[in-house]
């Protein structure tokens, strides 16, 4: 059993953080480098005197090595991050304790999207750098909270028979809404509206096929370990 979550797990997180990784240094990324240019409000360009050679040259330089670098680190978090989230997600088929399959995973890899990502973003929607954000630990903490209540609250409405325990998950995915995230201080972001909201709806749709790819994956190659034990 070790050997099918574990195997399983890794596999399926290699995959969708791989195709995630890509998506993002086509998508996200760009818009990341674009806001960044708004974090700090650069002077009034002196008169324009002409060097030439190493110094002018030095920008570019600086260019060419960060953007690797810095789309490798993205990809190593990105895949690390699949194989934690993937490992949660097939522990879960496991203590659901009945077959899975591809198609079925799909559903798994949907609800982990409610989970951690669609839920949590009603209230605290991916943000650029230089975007106004209430202070970091009410927001974590509203975060896991969020996530843990959709998760209990959806595992009970897909697995329980009792119309008051139904009742009792939805107002518990509801309420930390009603609670409301942590607001941020008063102030204008340097972030434009437009490439703020461009990214929030990137993200969120980067999340969905994430999600998805991982719980097909997932529950396939559960299956297939299953068959082969």
Same mark, same amino acid.
């Given at each position: ?16 953080? *791989? ?16 806001? #960044? ?7 009034? %360009? &002196?008169?324009?005197? +002409? +060097? ?10 600086? #260019?060419?090595?960060?953007?690797? =670098?810095? &789309?490798?680190?993205?990809? $190593? ?8 989230? @993937? ?7 496991? *203590?659901?304790? =009945?077959?899975?399959?591809?198609? =079925? ?11 951690? %990502? ?5 209230? *605290? ?18 975060? $896991? &909270? ?20 139904? @009742?009792?998950? $939805? ?5 930390? +809404? ?7 201080? #008063? ?10 909201? +461009? ?7 980067? @999340?969905?096929?994430?999600? *998805? ?10 299956? =297939? ?5």
């Amino acid at each position: 059993m070790f050997y099918r979550v574990f195997a399983s797990a890794v596999i399926a997180g290699l995959l969708a953080g *791989l195709v995630l990784t890509g998506l993002q240094l086509a998508v996200t990324s760009p818009l990341i480098l674009a806001a #960044e240019t708004f974090e700090t409000v650069t002077p009034p %360009a &002196a008169p324009a005197e +002409h +060097h030439h050679g190493a110094q002018a040259a030095a920008p570019a330089d600086d #260019e060419a090595v960060e953007r690797p =670098r810095r &789309a490798l680190f993205t990809g $190593i978090a990105t895949v690390s991050t699949g194989v934690g989230f @993937a490992l949660l997600l097939v522990a879960a088929m496991a *203590l659901r304790g =009945r077959e899975v399959d591809a198609r =079925r995973g799909l559903l798994w890899g949907a609800a982990g999207f409610a989970v951690f %990502a669609l839920a949590p973003g009603f209230g *605290l929607p991916p943000e650029l750098p230089g975007s106004v954000a209430a202070e970091l630990d009410p927001r974590q903490a509203w975060w $896991i &909270a969020t996530a843990a209540a959709t998760a209990i609250g959806l595992w009970g409405i897909a697995f329980s028979r009792n119309w008051a325990l139904i @009742a009792g998950a $939805i107002v518990l995915i509801v309420l930390p +809404h009603l609670v409301g995230a942590p607001h941020p201080p #008063e102030g204008v972001g340097r972030v434009p509206p437009e490439l703020a909201a +461009h990214f929030t709806a990137a993200s969120l749709g980067l @999340a969905a096929v994430f999600w *998805l790819i991982l719980g097909a994956a997932a529950g396939g190659l559960y299956n =297939r370990f299953g068959s082969r034990s």
